[in-house]
């Protein structure tokens, strides 16, 4: 299949998870982008497998959660190992509770990312032209000119934004003149996604074995007895480039003190990791998503999921400047927003992934002694529980900093910038139970008003939104009762009070007043998101 057109709103080179979930979320807000991709197809290879809360919230949202609970695991514990002895076990089961819907680790290959989005993109009309490849781009205020190759044919492609989900080695990037800052890390390393028979491994948790020489991690698969291992090579392998895995077994059997009994090897590689960061995310009218941005080591399952919050942070304001309902300068927050969160995620993996790697008599020592204690210790106060999920899972994530945040409000635990907690609601007039992530389920911002209205009051500002804002603003109304007492706690408000939330599409509060103000929204709407 060849691109017939000439030019496009939104051209996407890249269609691995980055790329496909900032075409999907385009396409909720009716723009039709051109994703191109050098594959021949999406992956086969399982790579990432973890897809953490925040990403789910963000397929509920999408209407495709079921699919992936149920093609998925819950990785029930993580377990550190050494000499064939549990050291120390961390229960993950529901670690996150009354913090999200999805209060938990979920093991969901890429490939299975991958595929799901396609389908939603086939859905919606929108082909992957696979064998494509960027060759050029060239850039003025007004446009980009893309120079694009699939087998012999060259085709000339206008865009108005091109966005570059290209990974580690981005021609979008390199064609921006992007410097990637960073380095590569000493040691290599192999993956193996095999089917084990080894009745001592459990399967619903991942398995850390600690060695002066080295370590392994088996991260159990949804499938029956399928596990990812990662570890490190011995340096008597490292300069060996046809390496196969039954070359591996034997330094694995002894890093662990187990017999790793392989039944059917799916995949086997080995590669080097890399922590390095684009020195800028936007280059003029091309921006800079997941790996094409950054890149860094694979702990706690960060990289893929940091890549889909990127497509779905940029998504809705690329769609609202392409839609003429936003004014442009609201692109400069992608940047403003992502960096320091992509900065602090290198800073974070590097220091773990360093300590891990570490063979200093003193690392080796506290690994062995010290650090089952301090797990333990550290495992069993919930406010450091609840923060390592907060930060594993991203749900915790805020743009409190953003020029595209507005808080006037005098509370402490949330405000503008956070992500909206996730708060169940119970609807008096239906008699149901729902939530407010919920309530924010459709393209667009989200007003939502949390006390005592009166009926004047109500109307007066239905009627501001349709005549200003349809159907761009939802909204949603919720007075105090006994049931929701629960959500008048979390945002401080007082008895009489009532508060005006508005929730960006990407369900972070851009506003919060302690009051409800039409004059303030309509600043908001108009001076600081900059709605056309």
């Known amino acids: 299949m060849t691109i017939s057109e000439t030019h496009t709103k939104v051209l996407i080179v890249g269609a691995g998870p980055s790329g496909l979930m900032m075409a999907a979320q385009l396409l909720r807000y009716g723009v039709q982008p051109i994703i191109i991709d050098i594959k021949r197809g999406p992956t086969d290879e399982s790579k990432a497998l973890a897809v953490q809360a925040r990403s789910l919230e963000i397929y509920r949202q999408m209407g495709v959660i079921d699919r992936i609970l149920k093609d998925g695991k819950q990785a029930q514990a993580v377990s550190f190992n050494r000499s064939g002895k549990q050291l120390a076990k961390l229960q993950f089961s529901n670690v996150g509770e009354g913090q999200t819907l999805f209060p938990f680790i979920h093991l969901y290959q890429q490939s299975k990312n991958e595929r799901l989005l396609l389908e939603f993109l086939t859905l919606n009309c929108c082909p992957v032209y696979w064998e494509t490849t960027l060759t050029s781009l060239k850039q003025t205020a007004e446009m980009v000119e893309a120079q694009l190759q699939s087998g012999e044919n060259m085709h000339t492609l206008q865009c108005d934004y091109v966005v570059g989900a290209d990974g580690a080695h981005s021609m979008v990037r390199k064609q921006s003149g992007i410097a990637f800052s960073g380095d590569t890390y000493q040691h290599e390393f192999y993956l193996a996604d095999v089917e084990l028979n080894n009745e001592t491994l459990n399967g619903n948790e991942v398995q850390l074995y600690l060695e002066k020489r080295g370590f392994s991690a088996f991260f159990p698969m949804p499938e029956i007895n399928r596990y990812r291992i990662i570890g490190n090579l011995p340096d008597i392998l490292s300069k060996d480039e046809n390496l196969q895995v039954e070359d591996v077994l034997p330094y694995l059997n002894n890093i662990t003190g187990l017999p790793v009994n392989i039944a059917h090897n799916y995949w086997f590689t080995t590669y080097r990791l890399h922590h390095r960061m684009a020195d800028k995310f936007r280059q003029q009218r091309c921006f800079l998503v997941g790996d094409a941005a950054h890149i860094h080591s694979p702990v706690g399952g960060q990289g893929m999921n940091t890549g889909l919050q990127d497509a779905y942070n940029l998504a809705w304001k690329l769609a609202g400047v392409v839609n003429n309902q936003l004014r442009a300068s609201i692109l400069d927050s992608y940047s403003a927003e992502r960096m320091p969160i992509a900065k602090d995620l290198l800073g974070t993996t590097d220091r773990v992934f360093s300590f891990l790697m570490s063979g200093s008599v003193f690392s080796n020592l506290f690994k062995r002694w010290l650090l089952p204690l301090a797990l333990k210790w550290v495992w069993s106060k919930n406010s450091i529980r609840e923060e390592f999920f907060k930060r594993v899972s991203q749900i915790g994530i805020s743009y409190r900093d953003s020029s595209i945040n507005l808080n006037v409000s005098q509370a402490t635990q949330v405000k503008a910038g956070d992500r909206l907690p996730y708060l169940k609601v119970f609807d008096e007039k239906k008699q149901l139970e729902t939530d407010l992530h919920e309530w924010c389920s459709k393209p667009g911002f989200t007003l939502i008003v949390l006390g005592k ?80």
């Open 453 to 532: 209205l009166s009926e004047l009051d109500l109307f007066t500002l239905a009627k501001w939104i349709t005549q200003n804002y349809q159907p761009a603003l939802n909204f949603f109304y919720l007075p105090p009762s006994a049931k929701n007492q629960h959500i008048f706690d979390v945002f401080e408000i007082k008895p009489n009070q009532a508060k005006s939330l508005i929730i960006r599409p990407d369900m972070h509060i851009g506003l919060m007043n302690d009051k409800v103000d039409m004059v303030l929204m309509d600043n908001y709407l108009r001076n600081i998101v900059g709605v056309i």
